[in-house]
């Protein structure tokens, strides 16, 4: 028999899906990590599974006990599924300049969830400051604290970038990602350096954070702009994205984003989230760089609908000054 051991079992090992239409376009083979298909639906799947074995095997997390996080969604809905599947309760702090699919999705799942006014991270109301009080505060509870608990990054390290090595046969140029906690960028290019110190590691930004400007002058300067994007941009050097192995970086504007997941919606058939399309314009603009005939691999890291009310929302568009392609 050919089976999956549970929850657990059913989170990674994501296909690696060729984007035909963008591979036609720019000679390069564009390849994109399936995380959307991941049980619960993205790559933040990983990293909940490694925070919460990981607390495990310390004796930080005894049976029955809660697990607490700030988390703008996904990596909630993941440690929701996983702490049902092994008996623990979850209390999830988020912003509330979130999508309601996410908050809603929360609940049905059986979270507690906590949402909190969306303020700066130097702020003591601040929501991810708010769960680690929390978790403080109560018997048998960890913070997950997914930003600076770099067994984060473990995830992608042992999972995400073998899988990518064994899955391109070793025959990888480039590996691009967007950042919000850094676990996926820091892990990933651990891994991928250490086979082949020649792969270029490219993190793609998005407006109004400032990874870009850490990655290419060593400071953390917010750029100019916001984005619509939800779960990647960072306003400091967190501890898993500190680890990161970066050699280039660029920035994507929200409407090269909008404009990639509506054609990609219409031309592949894949309906993909705001980081997945901000990680797509990042691999061809690395392939426009690098030129022809490099395999570029990145993170489709969610699927599209959680974002109905807002990037598939022409009405939501507007309000931002962003408009869908012409069909
Ligand atoms: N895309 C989505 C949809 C996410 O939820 C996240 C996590 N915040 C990311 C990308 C960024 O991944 P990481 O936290 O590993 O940097």
């Not at 720019?26 to 619960?40: V, Y």
């Not at 590996?175 to 590691?201: H, P, R, Y």
């Not at 909008?258 to 399309?277: C, I, K, Q």
Request: negative net charge; hydrophobic residues 35%; glycine residues 12%.
């Amino acid at each position: 028999m050919d089976t999956l051991d549970g929850f657990a079992g059913s989170i990674g090992n994501t296909p690696l899906i060729r984007l035909n239409s963008l591979s036609e376009a720019t000679g390069c083979e564009i390849l994109g990590k399936a995380e959307f298909m991941s049980a619960g639906g993205s790559v933040k799947d990983r990293a909940a599974l490694w925070m919460i074995q990981c607390a495990e095997a310390r004796g930080d997390l005894q049976p029955g006990g809660t697990v607490v996080e700030g988390t703008a969604g996904n990596t909630g809905i993941g440690l929701v599924h996983v702490c049902n599947a092994r008996g623990y309760k979850t209390v999830i702090y988020m912003p509330d300049n979130q999508s309601r699919e996410k908050v809603d999705l929360l609940n049905t799942l059986g979270a507690e969830v906590r949402v909190v006014k969306t303020v700066p991270y130097k702020d003591e109301m601040n929501y991810q400051k708010q769960a680690g009080r929390f978790a403080a505060s109560i018997d048998g509870a960890i913070w997950a604290n997914q930003f600076d608990n770099t067994d984060n990054a473990l995830a992608h390290y042992e999972s995400t970038g073998p899988e990518i090595w064994r899955q391109t046969d070793g025959r990888v140029d480039a590996f691009v990602s967007a950042s919000g906690t850094g676990g996926t960028i820091a892990g990933t290019s651990n891994f991928l350096k250490e086979q082949n110190a020649d792969i270029q590691i490219v993190l793609a930004d998005c407006m109004g954070s400032a990874l870009h400007s850490w990655a290419t002058t060593g400071e953390p300067v917010m750029s100019a702009g916001g984005s619509i994007t939800e779960g990647i941009g960072n306003s400091r050097i967190t501890d898993n994205q500190a680890q990161a192995r970066v050699d280039d970086a660029l920035q994507v504007d929200d409407q090269a984003m909008v404009d990639m997941v509506y054609n990609l919606l219409r031309t592949e058939g894949l309906f993909l989230g705001s980081s997945a399309g901000i990680n797509l314009c990042g691999a061809v603009e690395t392939a426009r760089r690098l030129g022809p005939g490099h395999t570029i691999v990145t993170m489709l890291c969610d699927g599209g609908s959680k974002y109905q009310s807002r990037l598939y929302n022409l009405d939501f568009l507007a309000s931002k000054g962003l408009t869908a392609p012409e069909r």
